[in-house]
């Protein structure tokens, strides 16, 4: 290569430089929804008896509009359906945890749940 190649090259990379991050930008969001989209139905398969119906149909709504924005490449959107679609999860574990612990706190814990039924037994201490 002469030196004059190398530096055509070198401005052709300068000018192409912008357009090369926003084309990454875009890359790295279409591929942040479609890790979204997979997540989001992993979880609903999984957690969905977990989640209340208000909650649920609120994340498959969300899940909808990434679907939607997704198809249609149109990057304002995706980040808009993405912060619905966090929201929406937010919501719904914040209330699955609240119910849990609810539950806990209605079932007695440790030796109070056996009673006074305690036995002693006997054990060697191997040293």
């Known amino acids: 290569l002469t030196a004059e190649e190398i530096e055509r090259m070198k401005k052709d990379a300068e000018v192409n430089a912008e357009s090369d991050k926003i084309a990454k930008e875009r890359a790295e969001k279409l591929n942040e929804a479609d890790g979204m989209i997979f997540q989001t139905e992993t979880q609903l398969k999984e957690l969905g008896d977990k989640i209340s119906d208000e ?27 993405l ?6 999860w937010k919501k719904a574990t914040e209330a699955m945890y609240a119910q849990g612990e609810q539950g806990q706190e209605a079932q007695p814990q440790g030796d109070a749940a056996q009673g006074d039924n305690v036995e002693d037994v006997e054990f060697e201490e191997v040293k």
């Open 55 to 81: 909650n649920k149909v609120a994340v498959e709504y969300a899940l909808t509009e990434l679907r939607m924005a997704h198809q249609s490449q149109d990057i304002p959107a995706i980040q808009t359906a």
């Open 83 to 88: 912060d619905n679609i966090n929201a929406a």
